[in-house]
């Protein structure tokens, strides 16, 4: 069982950047691939970002080059920084770790105003 927990999400004006954290409770995360995904009001879980265990990435179309994913494994985060935030970016994100299993956070708001 892999508990994961996000913090980082909040208020912020379009243009404006965040930072949010997905901690980890095992000690053996460095053997998951991490990802983000969001969901907004009305519409389906989309994929962001994931990072593997060797640290490859991939993106959303719709986040590439504004949103960078990256993992601290001596701290059992994975991170998601995003820059250039635009009011669609609103949703709740939530991080996962996959290797057999998939297990997800509980989610944190982000809301981009105009």
């Known amino acids: 069982q892999v508990q994961l927990v996000e913090s980082g999400g909040g208020f912020v004006q379009a243009g404006g950047s965040l930072r949010l954290s997905c901690a980890a409770s095992r000690s053996t995360f460095s053997v998951y691939d991490m990802g983000w995904y969001r969901q907004a009001p009305g519409k389906q879980r989309e994929f962001i970002a994931r990072i593997s265990t060797g640290g490859y990435t991939n993106y959303a179309d719709s986040v590439k080059g504004r949103f960078t994913i990256s993992r601290d494994n001596a701290k059992n985060t994975v991170y998601l920084q995003m820059n250039s935030l635009k009011p669609e970016d609103t949703a709740v994100y939530y991080c996962?770790?996959?290797?057999?299993?998939?297990?997800w956070g509980q989610g944190t708001q982000v809301t981009v105003s105009s």
């Open positions: 996962n770790a996959q290797r057999i299993v998939t297990y």
